[in-house]
């Protein structure tokens, strides 16, 4: 079955403890995205790949680090985590189609993050 | 990027056709419009996406108008299970970034 998987789902931590988020697809795509989501704020991007070794800034990319050496993961990794990165996070990934233009994300179940 | 305008929310009867709006009045000609929809705080699903013409496939239609400054999204026969934030987004070039804004909240009910 296609799909995004991020592990873990639930995550409660502590503050100043690091720790990665997971991201995984099987679909062979380019692109992938990190996403936050919080109560009246809506969807933010994190950090986006547009392939293998290539990563940029998203809009709220401040506190997190990203990696892309392999094409089937992404995962985001909170080095020092602090209250205000506790939100809902996904990972997204999707083809890039002719000259740039992307067909549709998928998206990840979610993983929400507490931090204490 | 274009911003797009959507009502908060919306109800739909099960059953009848949800007809979604949105404004996207500074849309370029290189953008394309993309509707997705979450369920509760699942991870967002793609619905459909256009550039100029109508599309349609096996979970919705899109209407797009000729001037492209807005777009409908329709929901032929509305179920319970389509009670979701519906989020119409507009897509840069290069597809770099994507911005969910607030979406609609569509209610169907029984």
């Known amino acids: 079955e296609a799909q995004v998987t991020q592990n873990p789902r639930y995550l409660i931590t502590v503050t100043g403890k690091k720790l990665t988020v997971t991201c995984s697809q099987n679909m062979n795509h380019e692109y992938m995205s990190w996403y936050r989501q919080d109560p009246g704020l809506g969807l933010r991007q994190i950090y986006y790949?547009?392939?293998?070794?290539?990563?940029d800034k998203g809009d709220v990319p401040e506190g997190y680090k990203v990696s892309r050496k392999e094409k089937r993961n992404f995962p985001l990794i909170l080095e020092s985590p602090s209250p205000n990165q506790t939100s809902l996070y996904f990972c997204?990934?999707?083809?890039?189609?002719?000259?740039?233009?992307?067909?549709?994300?998928?998206f990840g179940s979610g993983t929400r993050l507490t931090v204490v | 990027d274009a911003k797009t305008t959507q009502p908060t929310s919306m109800d739909c009867a099960e059953g009848r056709a949800a007809n979604l709006p949105c404004n996207h009045s500074?849309?370029?000609?290189?953008?394309?419009v993309y509707w997705y929809r979450q369920i509760h705080s699942q991870g967002p699903q793609y619905i459909i996406h256009?550039?100029?013409n109508n599309e349609t496939n096996e979970m919705a239609s899109l209407i797009i108008t000729e001037d492209r400054k807005s777009s409908t999204l329709i929901l032929p026969h509305a179920t319970l299970r389509d009670t979701a934030v519906y989020y119409c987004?507009?897509?840069?070039?290069?597809?770099?970034?994507?911005?969910f804004g607030s979406g609609t909240k569509l209610n169907v009910k029984p």
């Open positions: 790949s547009m392939n293998v070794e290539v990563t």
């Open positions: 256009g550039l100029k």
């Open positions: 997204a990934s999707s083809l890039l189609g002719d000259r740039g233009r992307g067909y549709g994300y998928t």
């Open positions: 987004i507009v897509g840069l070039y290069n597809f770099n970034k994507f911005y």
């Open positions: 500074t849309i370029s000609g290189n953008e394309y």
